[in-house]
């Protein structure tokens, strides 16, 4: 079985049995409505988790993206509510405010040299900065005030039970795997991931990749972002503040290597969906606050670490193979 296809079987298998561990140790889990509702609560992580899947597979990181989505959402809240904008013009401008902010990481990790956890962490200090400065006020005292666009509020809304955000985010993955396996840019992120200096020796611009990895996360941030205003009807300042470890951790979860070239979308999908199963059925418990941090954070740590420990049985394996196989071919010489 090829790693890749191992990798996806164990996401899958450890997502079912924690699915499993809730399912019989709580009340109400294996229900349509809590189904539907952690598919919900999986979309937005899942659609940025698209994104930095691709950071990630270049060998990259995005620390950036909550701090995006709180900006973003805050400057959609201010033209909606400061002037009226129509709903179609502030997702329009909500999107592209998205992709600037992802432009102007790739420009600072490709164009400035800058390592990307120090260019993404200064940058989400800046984002998140600019949400301040696009908050809505009376008084001077900052304030948060209901959306009532129907336009915005809609993408908060289902289509026979299945939430919009639910259908994006399935639609995204999928063109998301067949830019990834399909595409000349797929090959040149996972290339790029692999060996970056082999891949600028074979002629592939691996600048332009990264920028273009980082330009689709900010995209994808400000997608989400109309979605997630559109589910709780009002932005605040602390809106996706922690939201790039979740996303972070979905993207580990589901197979994606921090040392890059290995991972994909289906993957990601899946650990998205683990990361919601998680959270859902740690609620049931009722436990306090602190406890359910605990058990969320060893969770993580837990898959976090044999994810480590499985790469490093694996590498060991190829070369293992690789050294058996070179040892055979001197024989046969």
Known sequence: ???????????????????????????GFFTATNILSILRECAITGIIAIGV?????????????????????????????????????????????????????????????????????????????????????????????KITDPGILIMGGSINGIYLVTITFFALAILGQAILKKTKLGTYIYATGANRKSADLSG????????AVFMITGFLC?????????????????????????VIAAVVIGGCAFSGGRGDIFGTAIGAIFMAVLQNGILK???PTAAQLIIKGAVIVVMIVFDSVYNQYMQKRIHQKASEEAQAAGGEV
Do not use: H
């Not at 592939?204 to 920028?211: A, G, H, P, Q």
């Open 53 to 145: 899947s691709f950071v990630i597979i270049t060998a990259g990181i995005d620390l950036s993206t909550g701090a995006i989505v709180g900006f973003v959402s805050m400057l959609c809240a201010n033209l909606l509510y400061q002037y009226a904008l129509p709903a179609g013009l502030v997702m329009f401008i909500s999107i592209l405010a998205g992709t600037i902010c992802g432009v102007l990481n790739g420009f600072v990790v490709t164009k400035l040299r800058v390592p990307e956890f120090i260019a993404t962490l200064s940058t989400q200090y800046l984002f998140r900065s600019l949400v301040f400065v696009f908050a809505i006020r009376q008084m001077g005292v900052i304030t948060n005030k």
């Open 222 to 246: 400000g997608i989400a972002s109309i979605f997630e205003i559109g589910r709780i009807g009002s932005a605040t300042t602390d809106l996706g503040t922690g939201l790039e470890f979740e």
């Open 204 to 211: 592939i611009n691996t600048d332009k990749v990264r920028w």
């Open 285 to 287: 418990y009722n436990l």
């Open 1 to 27: 079985m090829r790693q890749e296809n191992m990798r996806r079987l164990i996401s899958v298998a450890s997502l079912v049995i924690l699915a499993l561990v809730f399912g019989f140790t709580s009340n």
